[in-house]
């Protein structure tokens, strides 16, 4: 008697087709084992087993490519929601010395989708504070930095409403997929989501009262006119203990499995900024 077939994996949507981007940069080692991709040209390998590195991390299987999607974003192609873990600085919670920031993002079965980590000269972090402006590298499975998020230096403040805050996306590095501009108002956090041609896509809509004890803080994320509810950047209650003594947050992002993948990435970057904005300045 024969036994049953083997188990396949189940097909999964893919978002809307994108633009080609121009070629891709690849980035340096951040401590983890990259997966290896020998295959013969031309073939489009299927995904792979998720296997634990040397850290015991397991990350995302490798999704095939897509065509016309940004190289490393076909992860987020099969995805509803991101979590994001920022990593506990040591030193930092010792001295105050203010570290780069490093984060772990993670898919909802906890397989790690991508590494952030901030790239930032030490006097900027310690001289600027939450304000400073950054350079943050997203870096995929296979070492590659897939995305890049720059923040210039802006004033922090609500009363100066000609100098707001913006962060710029790109996927690859080098390629603008999109941009999270704040609006001016006098007790709301509010932005807007652009893409490449800063034309207006989402708005986002935070709370007037950041610090809620035992409970999450959510940013909403609408549609264009306001009407609709479209997704979530969720900043996850920690802990007392975590949340007095250290800046070290967790978020969570949800969005349409059908969205378009540069607005997912777009999204990844608004989740940042607002960490910095609101959320960053919490350990001090």
């Known amino acids: 008697m ?10 999964v949507p893919y ?14 080692n951040y401590g983890f084992q990259a997966q290896p991709m020998a295959f013969p040209g031309g073939f489009v390998p299927p995904p792979v087993q998720s296997q634990p590195t040397m850290d015991g991390t397991i990350w995302m299987p490798i999704p095939p490519s897509i065509p016309n999607c940004p190289p490393g974003l076909e992860y987020l192609t099969q995805i509803d929601q991101i979590l994001i873990h920022q990593l506990l600085e040591v ?3 010792v001295t105050d010395f203010e570290e780069n920031n490093k984060y772990e993002l993670k898919n ?15 006097m900027t972090r310690n001289c600027c504070g939450p304000a400073r402006p950054f350079t943050m ?14 923040r210039p230096l802006r004033c922090d403040s609500c009363c100066c409403p000609c100098c ?12 603008t997929v999109g941009y999270v501009v704040q609006n001016w108002h006098i007790c709301l956090p509010k932005f807007t989501i652009q893409d490449e041609k800063r034309k207006d896509i989402l708005k986002i809509n ?6 809620r004890c035992c409970e999450d803080v959510h940013f909403e994320v609408m549609s264009l006119d306001e009407a609709c509810p479209v997704g979530r950047i969720s900043k996850q209650w920690t802990g007392i203990v975590r949340e007095m003594f250290t800046d070290t947050d967790n978020f969570g992002i949800s969005f349409p499995m059908d ?23 919490s350990g001090h």
Not at 137 to 150: P, Q
Not at 164 to 175: D, I, K, M, N, S
Not at 206 to 211: A, D, F, L, N, S
């Open 15 to 28: 978002g809307s087709p994108q633009q080609v981007p121009g070629p891709y940069q690849g980035a340096g």
């Open 206 to 211: 935070g709370p007037c009262v950041m610090c």
């Open 259 to 281: 969205l378009d993948v540069k607005m997912k990435a777009v999204m990844l970057g608004a989740c940042f900024l607002i960490d910095f904005m609101f959320f960053e300045r």
């Open 91 to 93: 030193l930092e919670l």
């Open 2 to 11: 024969q036994g049953p077939p083997p188990a396949t994996a189940p097909g």
């Open 164 to 175: 707001l805050q913006e962060l710029e996306v790109q996927a690859p590095p080098g390629t």
């Open 137 to 150: 590298k997203i870096i995929d499975n296979l070492g590659r930095e897939v995305i890049r998020l720059h």
């Open 108 to 122: 909802a079965l906890g397989q790690r989708i991508y590494f952030a980590a901030e790239d930032t000269d030490c």
